[in-house]
């Protein structure tokens, strides 16, 4: 729309002998805002974010309550979970635990996915200095998976609050945010086609030398409705496909690889596998804001090598921040 709106007002400043300049300022104004930027929005979507960023307020608060093995997280919303830790027994790579777990949280999704209403789960890998530890988040009534214990202390520091805090306060600044005792700067994952098939895809964030904070945020569709999504987008290609190909265009790889994916997802789909939609958020905390930038250029350098996609979240922070929280208090 900016692009029509731009070249039709261009043009008409350059047919009309009379046009004035305002006509030229806006044309290009408009055209400029349809250009792309590094983090996959354009400029007039980033122009939108700062403006908002600009009219709303900075501070914001996290709260968060323990009833017995129940968490309570209030933050512009509320969400209950429950709070799982990861059982480490030592080199889970080379003892094949990790292959277990990965299974298990599988079929914890698959059986979400039956449900009528889906559900909604979150992982989060906690790796400050010399304190780690594997969160599972899941909804209430939901039990864990064999090698999880109850892990709430975990998820306290989780979600960043100190041993006697109930609550967290936090002030926005445009790329990061300021907590009582440390800065925070939240990176969200926009894509994985780049890393290797040989390769997990967050094996190297994981492995990095930068302490960082991993959120893996898992949405379950319910069965009926996603059924129903996997059915419909391969009708749609497929559809737009046989139309071009009747007007003399031929199908290229790239829609030839999507078909395919999307037929392949429609028939797992129907035999029984959950449709999810995954959302990935890295969290860098820093003591002071030329460690932060430091440790944040590490994590971008180290994330581009491995093929992963990062957005920087420039206006965004206060809310991605809320969307990487456990229980998924963003979604």
């Not at 990061?176 to 994952?189: C, E, G, I, N």
Request: proline share 2%; glycine share 8%; aromatic share 6%.
């Amino acid at each position: 729309m900016l692009v029509v709106l731009g070249v039709g007002i261009l043009s008409e400043w350059l047919l009309s002998p009379s046009a004035p300049t305002s006509e030229l300022i806006v044309g290009l104004a408009l055209t400029i805002c349809a250009a792309t930027t590094y983090d996959g929005l354009t400029a007039g979507e980033q122009l939108v974010v700062a403006l908002r960023y600009c009219s709303r307020s900075h501070w914001s608060t996290v709260s968060a309550l323990e009833f017995g093995d129940e968490i309570a997280l209030w933050a512009n919303g509320d969400v209950a979970f429950r709070a799982y830790e990861l059982v480490h027994r030592g080199r889970l790579d080379l003892s094949g635990r990790d292959v277990i777990n990965a299974e298990a949280l599988k079929s914890l999704a698959d059986a979400a996915g039956a449900s009528r209403t889906g559900q909604h789960f979150s992982e989060h890998v906690h790796r400050q200095d010399d304190d780690a530890g594997t969160l599972l988040a899941l909804p209430l009534g939901v039990a864990a998976p064999d090698g999880w214990m109850k892990g709430t202390n975990l998820a306290r520091r989780v979600i960043g609050l100190d041993d006697d805090a109930t609550s967290l306060r936090l002030l926005e600044r445009f790329t990061y945010l300021r907590a009582p005792t440390q800065l925070l700067r939240v990176y969200r994952v926009r894509d994985f086609a780049s890393v290797p098939s040989t390769r997990g895809l967050l094996d190297q964030v994981l492995k990095s030398s930068t302490p960082v904070d991993l959120a893996l945020h898992v949405d379950v569709v319910s069965g009926s409705r996603a059924q129903r999504l996997s059915a419909r987008a391969v009708h749609r290609v497929g559809s737009d496909d046989a139309t071009s190909r009747a007007v003399g265009f031929r199908r290229t790889a790239r829609s030839v690889r999507n078909y395919e994916r999307l037929a392949q997802r429609e028939a797992l789909v129907a035999s029984g596998r959950a449709l999810v939609r995954v959302a990935v958020y890295l969290l860098v905390r820093a003591s002071s804001l030329d460690e932060l930038h430091r440790r944040g250029d590490a994590l971008w350098r180290q994330a581009h090598d491995a093929g992963l996609r990062l957005e920087r979240g420039r206006g965004c922070q206060a809310q991605w921040h809320r969307a990487q929280l456990p229980g998924g208090l963003g979604w």
